[in-house]
């Protein structure tokens, strides 16, 4: 007799010779219950025929593995007790640890079904069994084993964020993340399986490190971020800058306390561009009280660059940032202190098409490298910029028009930054303060009307490339994108504009118009 196993979708058995059960047919005692005539479970445990392309051997992204066998001679209240064992890891170290229990009573003939439901990281690598049981009776065991598939690539965690990290009790915080090449995805604790990209707002009561799990037959990948939770405070004093001003050379600004206590005597620090330039002493402040101060040992008078220099080695706004925080050391008991600051941009503000870069632009395809300008290619990829022709009739002039390889799953993709010299070198963008991107995105009338395309933008910097959650378009749409880059001030980054496809497109079908940075004031 054979026992088989099997996951949800990749059909499991387990080979076990006749002596490892019983000798034979004729060898039972029917006096008492027996467990034989084990199946193979395939969609439900109600089912019970046997396939024939079975194997012992699981995947590490099987949701689960199921087990039936049948029960004979049962009497009254029967007990069939199912040990789940791990036995030796991948490295071959006995490890010998039940990782799942579970029993089922029984009082008649029939079949009885046991299920291990794989973790959040998939199954681990190595040698199982499953040991079955009657109390006082019949004992068997059934191996099987977990292995990886090298044949094919491991899960890639593109993005894993959230916004923002520390928050107060009863507030909430969005968790972003994207995933590509996985057939599972879930984080934990919660909120457990989730699609491959997405975002979610999350209300955690303590403080929770959240990981995040991406698996397929080849592996899995995680990555964890924390959210730290402070609880309400109550009585205590909460300092603000309501607004800051300039007088001639002097930088002014007001301070209020909207807390309900006394606050300590603070000083107000001024920041230029990050960096700490003045200092201003405030006396204690009585709850829901304001008043004016100033920055009297600082000389405001700030020096624009021009946006883009040519003798700059890299594209920086012209603006000067000045940040003024209120209790700048902290020192003061408040009961919310991501509060305390004001800023403003002084200045030419940057405003940048990255279109003017696409020449110059690093352009690949996942048929390779490319370069501009690009011919006509279905076969390798295709960017340049004209006019885009859109379903609802509008048509917009100096689009970048992109076409990803002509086969499922392909993308196309330019690393945007600021030529200098001849022959052009790449420099990178400084990102100024108060920075976003917006564009509009879609695909042009000739687009197929089952097309799915999914636009991307991220940052490449020192060789790291960070994406930004997507926006997935269907045929006859536009779509605003935009992203928030304030948390990447200062940092010089080159941009990415990305296009992946399900299914080929015709030549120059996706879209984007008018990919911008801006910088706010």
């Not at 009573?105 to 079904?113: A, E, I, M, P, R």
């Not at 022959?423 to 108060?434: I, Q, S, Y």
Request: net charge negative.
């Amino acid at each position: 007799m054979n026992l088989y196993l099997n996951s949800r979708h990749l059909l499991i058995s387990a080979a076990i010779s006749a002596s490892l059960i019983f000798t034979s047919c004729s060898n039972f005692s029917f006096f008492g219950p027996h467990l034989y005539d084990p199946v193979i479970v395939t969609d439900s445990l109600s089912d019970y025929y046997r396939p024939g392309d079975s194997s012992n051997i699981i995947y590490i992204d099987s949701p689960r593995v199921d087990c039936m066998v049948r029960l004979s001679g049962a009497h009254t209240a029967t007990t069939v007790q199912a040990n789940w064992v791990y036995e030796k890891s991948e490295s071959q170290e006995a490890i010998y640890k039940v990782i799942y229990a579970d029993n089922k009573t029984q009082g008649q003939d029939g079949y009885l079904g046991f299920t291990l439901n794989a973790p959040s990281q998939g199954f681990n690598i190595g040698q199982y069994r499953l040991d079955l049981s009657i109390a006082g009776g019949q004992q068997i065991s059934i191996p099987f084993f977990v292995k990886r598939d090298p044949s094919g690539p491991t899960p890639n965690i593109n993005h894993f964020s959230s916004e923002p990290e520390q928050i107060v009790s009863g507030e909430t915080s969005k968790l972003s993340w994207s995933v590509s090449d996985a057939s599972k995805v879930s984080i934990e604790p919660s909120p457990g399986a989730v699609a491959p990209e997405g975002s979610m707002d999350i209300t955690p009561t303590a403080d929770t490190t959240y990981t995040l799990w991406a698996i397929n037959r080849g592996g899995s990948t995680s990555n964890q971020i924390s959210i730290t939770v402070q609880q309400p405070v109550k009585d205590r004093a909460d300092l603000v800058v309501t607004d800051f001003w300039s007088s001639g050379n002097v930088l002014s600004y007001r301070i209020k306390n909207i807390g309900n206590l006394t606050s300590c005597a603070t000083e107000t620090y001024l920041y230029r561009d990050d960096t700490l330039e003045a200092k201003s002493y405030v006396e204690p402040l009585s709850p829901g009280n304001e008043e004016a101060k100033a920055f009297l040992t600082y000389h405001f008078s700030p020096r624009f660059p021009s946006l883009l220099s040519s003798s700059s080695n890299s594209a920086s706004s012209g603006a000067t940032n000045i940040r003024v925080c209120a209790n700048g050391d902290g020192s003061c008991p408040e009961a919310d202190y991501t509060n305390n600051c004001l800023e403003h941009n002084f200045g030419p503000l940057m405003n940048v098409n990255l279109l003017q870069y696409s020449a110059n632009a690093q352009w690949q395809s996942s048929a390779g490298l490319l370069s501009w300008p690009m011919f006509a290619s279905v076969e390798h990829g295709w960017a340049q910029i004209s006019t885009a022709q859109i379903k609802s009739g509008l048509s917009y002039p100096n689009a970048l028009l992109m076409t990803p390889p002509a086969s499922s799953g392909s993308w196309i993709q330019g690393a945007f930054g600021v030529p200098i010299g001849s022959p052009a070198e790449l420099r990178p963008f400084t990102v100024p303060h108060g920075c976003k991107f917006s564009a509009n995105v879609g695909l042009t009338a000739d687009a197929p009307e089952d097309s799915n395309v999914k636009f991307t933008f991220g940052t490449s910097q020192g060789g790291t490339v960070k994406y930004f959650p997507p926006v997935t378009v269907n045929s006859g749409q536009l779509a605003t994108y935009t992203v928030d880059l304030s948390g990447l001030a200062g940092q010089k980054v080159l941009f990415i504009l990305r296009v992946e496809s399900g299914s080929p497109l015709p030549q120059g079908s996706a879209v984007w118009i008018e990919p911008v940075l801006s910088q706010q004031r």
